[in-house]
């Protein structure tokens, strides 16, 4: 899984024994016209400083989900796309209210999480698109890590951790 600074992100399936890497497929999605980019992003001409600013294109695998890959990143609208390798094509939106900064995936709970430079956190269901918005109070989340809870068995709680400008915040979350 590779993801471009234009919107693109290819699907690779690779063989390191025999040294062959194979596209398996290629994903765009549309991003604002010349004037919808202009006023939305009123940077000047040619500078690339400023064009590192905007959202980057970010994509995880989730194999719990089937052959599932989430991805998000600068297109005409702020959403999360969820698209089936199978089906070859999207099939769940869910709208952002930020533009995310960084995207984590937990298989074994069936959610995603992604972080906005805004400081809220949103926690999303894989199967049905249903979300819970977190805010923080330290600015913007930089990256997120969900990982297996060891100290209880019984259920699925999870550890995750947001990394910000004021350090690094953990929750425990549990799905019922």
Known sequence: LACSADSRISVWSCDWRRD?????????????GQDQFAAQWPFRKNDKTELSNLPPTLAR?????GGVIIYTGFSLKKSLSIYSLCSKQVVREVSLSCWASCL???D???YCFTGSREGVIRCISISSGQFQDTVTRCGGIAALCCVPCMKVRS???HQLAAAHGCGVTMWTVSVK
């Open 104 to 106: 984590a995936v937990s």
């Open 20 to 32: 062959r890497c194979d596209l398996v497929d290629w994903l765009t999605f549309p991003t604002p």
């Open 155 to 157: 259920s699925k709680p």
């Open 61 to 65: 695998f989730c194999s719990a989900a």
């Open 108 to 110: 074994l709970l069936g």
